[in-house]
C-alpha cells in the first residue's frame, strides 16, 4: 500500500477505500473477566497487570477476526495503551504482552486484515478517570494515587460512590477529567513543560523531555518487536491528545470545559485544592436560554488532604503561578498559559506538531516505510502540516447529541460547533455530511491534501433507556449507523468504526466508563443492518460517488476507469445479497468490460480491459 496525492494505492495501482473498525474498547484496560475494572481495587498493584489476552485470547482470534473479514472490515485500528506496555516502570517493558500481540498480528495477515497501532489515551490514565499512561508517570510528580479522587484532582467511575455519598457515576462524567488538575497538569508538561515548568526535573532530565522521552521510547521497542509484522500498515501518534491548561487566557474562569455541565472548576481552583485548600467551585445546569449557568456549588477537598507526597509540590506552584500566602491561595500569573514566545499560544502548532514530528522521525529510525496517523484536539484544532511524508490525518467526529445524552431522534441533533439544534431527517443527514467534509476541506487546506481516515465514530447502544435490550430491537440503532456511514460514503472517507469488543455483554458494557458502542455483544452482531454494507474495496481507476440505499436495497458507484490497470475494481457486497443480484453498467457498450460475482467471497470483480472513461455500476438484491 503505498499514498499518491491524497489517495491510498495497492501493488495493483488499484484507488482502496479503507474500511475497518476499532478493535477493541476493553483493550483499555488490563486482562481480566468483564467488569474487572469496575472496583476500586482495580487501580491496586498497577505494576503487577497484564494486558495479554487484549483485544481477546489468541485461541478466539480466527473467529473474531475471520468473521470481521466476513463484515467486509478489512483494516483494523488496533487499540494499544502506553501503561500495557510499560507498567512495572520506567524502561521495563511487558515482552510476554509484545510477543502476544506478534501473535495477534499474524493471525491479522492470514486473513488478509490491515493494521495500524493506536497508542490510545483518554484524559491521560485509569488513574485520572481515564486509560493510557502508566501510573508512574503521576508517582515521578509526587502525586499520591490514593489521594486523587479525594483532593478532587481527578474523579473515577471506580472511586466515585465513595467520596459521593453513594451515587451512581453520572453519565458521560468521564470527559470531565480533561479538566481536572492531574491530567490537565500531566497534558500540560508532557507537551509544554519546558516552556511553563522549565525548573521541573525528573531523574535529572527536564519533564517534558523525559514524559516524552519514554513515551516514544516505549513505542519504539515495541516497533522493533514487531516491525516485521507484514499486517501493520502504520502507528498513530497519540489517540485524542489534549492541550491541558495551555491555551487558558484567565486561571481563575473555568474556559471551554469538555462537560459543561456538573461541577466545572477552574484551573486555578484545580490547583489550590490538589495543594490541600478547600475549594468551592460552581456547579452548572442548563440556563432558560438554553446554556450552561451556575446552579449550585460543590466543595473540592472537603478533608484539605493534599495530593502530593512529603518532599513535593504543585508544578504550578513551584513555577510561580500561584502563591499560598497568609489570606490563602492566591493567583499571580492567571495568564501563565495564554502565550508563547511573545505571542498569542497555540498548541497544535507549538507544541503538538514537534511532538508529532519527533515521533515520526523517532519511529522511522526504525523503519521508513510505515504510515503515521495523526490528530488534533477534537472539536478544537488541528495542526497545519507540511512536515513528514506518509502521514495522514486520522480526525474523530461524533453526533455528540446522541455519544452524550444516549438519545437518538433520526429527526434531530445538535450541533457540536454552534450547540444549535438541527431539525429534519434530511438536514440532520446534511449536517452529518457537512461536519465530516469540514475536516476534509481543512486537511486539504492546511495539511497538504494528505488521505483522510475518519479514526472514531460510532453510537451508544445503550440509547433511549436501554430498551433495545429488553426487546432485541436494534432497529433505531441500525438507522443511526446507517446515516453516519451515509455520510462517510458522500465523502469517500475511510474509516475505523469505534469499536468491536469481544467480551461486550450488556451488563458491563464496552468494560470501561460505562460506555457501550460495541458492534459486538454477547458473542453476537447486533444492529449489522446499520455497518454491514457494500463498498468499493479496490477500484481500477478513480472513484466520483458511491451510495448505498438500504432501504431499496440498491447500491450505486461511479467511478472513471483507468485502463491501464489489469486488475479487477473489487466490491464488497455482504452476504445479504444473495447469490443472483441483479447488476448492471452503464454505458452498456463501454468496451470489453465484463463482471464476475463470486457470492462466497462477497465480491464482484470487474475488469476494465483496457477501456477508460466514466463508468456507472448499480446492484440490487
Known sequence: ??????????????????????????????????GAAFPAESLKNPGGVSFVGRPFPLEDADAHLSGLVRAGFTFLRLVITW????????????????????????????????????????????????????????????????????????ITRQRYAEFHGGRPFPKMAW?????????????????????????????????????????????????????????IAGWGTMNEPHH???????????????????????????????????????????????????????ILNPGEVPLFREGYCCPWKQAGVWASEDGGPRLLKKDHFARYQNRPVCFADDFLKPFMIRFIEKMRETSEKTFFFIEGVPREGYPSWQEPRNTVHAFHWYDGFALYTKIFRPWFSIRTDTARPVFGHDRVTGYFRQALAEGISWTREHMGNMPCLLGEFGLPFDLNGRRAYKTGDYSVHEEALSMYYDAIDANLLHST??????????????????????????????????????????????????????????????????????????????EEFGTAPEISVVPADSGKIHWEYRPEKQRLFLWNEGWEGELSLTVKK
Open 497 to 574: 468504526l469505534w469499536n468491536y469488543t469481544a467480551d461486550n455483554t450488556i451488563r458491563t458494557g464496552d468494560g470501561w466508563n460505562d460506555e457501550d458502542l460495541s458492534i459486538f455483544s454477547g458473542g453476537k452482531e447486533r444492529a449489522a443492518g446499520g455497518w454491514k454494507r457494500p463498498y468499493p474495496m479496490a477500484s481500477a481507476g478513480i472513484p466520483l460517488s458511491f451510495k448505498w440505499d438500504r432501504k431499496k436495497g440498491i447500491f450505486t458507484y461511479r467511478f472513471k476507469t483507468d485502463g491501464k490497470i489489469p486488475a479487477p475494481t473489487e466490491i464488497f457486497l455482504p
Open 175 to 231: 470527559p470531565g477529567n480533561y479538566n481536572r488538575y492531574a491530567a490537565a497538569t500531566l497534558f500540560t508538561l508532557f507537551f509544554a513543560g519546558n516552556v511553563y515548568a522549565p525548573d521541573l526535573m525528573i531523574e535529572g532530565e527536564r519533564v517534558q523531555d523525559w514524559l516524552q522521552g519514554h513515551y516514544i521510547a516505549a513505542l519504539r521497542h515495541c516497533y522493533r518487536r514487531l516491525k516485521n509484522s507484514a499486517a
Open 83 to 154: 501503561e500495557a506496555l510499560e507498567h512495572q516502570g520506567p524502561g521495563v517493558y511487558d515482552e510476554a504482552y509484545l510477543a502476544y500481540l506478534r501473535k495477534i498480528l499474524l493471525a491479522a495477515e492470514k486473513w488478509g486484515i490491515s493494521v495500524f497501532i493506536d497508542p490510545h489515551q483518554d484524559v491521560w490514565s485509569r488513574w485520572t478517570g481515564g486509560d493510557g499512561a502508566p501510573a508512574w508517570t503521576l508517582e515521578k510528580l509526587g502525586m499520591d494515587l490514593e489521594r486523587l479522587d479525594l483532593s478532587g484532582a481527578a
Open 1 to 34: 500500500m503505498r499514498i499518491f496525492d491524497n489517495r491510498f494505492l495497492d501493488e495493483e495501482g488499484r484507488t482502496l477505500i479503507l474500511r475497518g473498525l476499532n478493535l477493541g474498547g476493553s483493550s483499555k484496560n488490563p486482562m481480566g473477566p468483564p
Open 244 to 298: 491541558g491548561f495551555i491555551g487558558h487566557q484567565d486561571l481563575s474562569r473555568p474556559e471551554n470545559p469538555v462537560v459543561p455541565l456538573g461541577p466545572n472548576p477552574s484551573p486555578f481552583q484545580t490547583m489550590t485544592a490538589a495543594s490541600g485548600h478547600r475549594t468551592e467551585i460552581a456547579v452548572y445546569g442548563i440556563g432558560l436560554t438554553g446554556k450552561p449557568r451556575p446552579r449550585g456549588r460543590e
